[in-house]
């Protein structure tokens, strides 16, 4: 796959402490957004659980993929997004080229041992243009980046807590995956694992 200069893996981009904050951050939106296990359209459940805060969230169930503003088990309204995931998002796309980004969802998927995420497009945005973000928090986890085409050769990235993804550009459309989580590699969430937050400006 050749290398694309949209593409960015910042290395322990984000302090202890910052890591710290976000990670405050996050559970308290699943204190008022519980965790849930979406489904595909076949039916099938998702290999993770996930929730959301932002003015949009992203879904997933037997009517398809999409965004809305209310947690699908509890009818409620997702939060806002917090101020310091808010900020770092800006500040993140700011930096990697991206001026205009305008954060309106963030995902945050919980992946246990054995669990992972299979290679797709971030497609159900209106907004195709806007840089995605992830953030990565806890256990290291194997990331893997293709092409425009599913068929296109990936390459693969061990990302770490406090390691940055930013896809823009022509990257933002690429095909990626999650294989897994490498356990025991953080102590940053007691009961182990890795929270991985993406950002996007949707619309």
Known sequence: MPANKDFFLLKSKLTKVTQQEVLAAARTVVRSAPLFRPSMPSGQSFNYSMT???DLGWVADRSGYRYQQYHPETRKRFPPMPQVIRELAISLAKETGNDDFYPESCLINLY???EK???HQDNTEENKNAPIISISLGDS??????GLMRTDET???IVQSGDIIVMGGESRNFFHAFKGTVPNTS???KDGGRLNLTIRQVN
């Open 117 to 119: 995420l299979g290679l």
């Open 141 to 146: 986890g194997i990331f893997i980046l293709g």
């Open 112 to 114: 246990r041992k054995g």
């Open 187 to 189: 102590n940053l969430l």
């Open 52 to 54: 959301n805060c932002g």
């Open 155 to 157: 390459k693969q990235y």
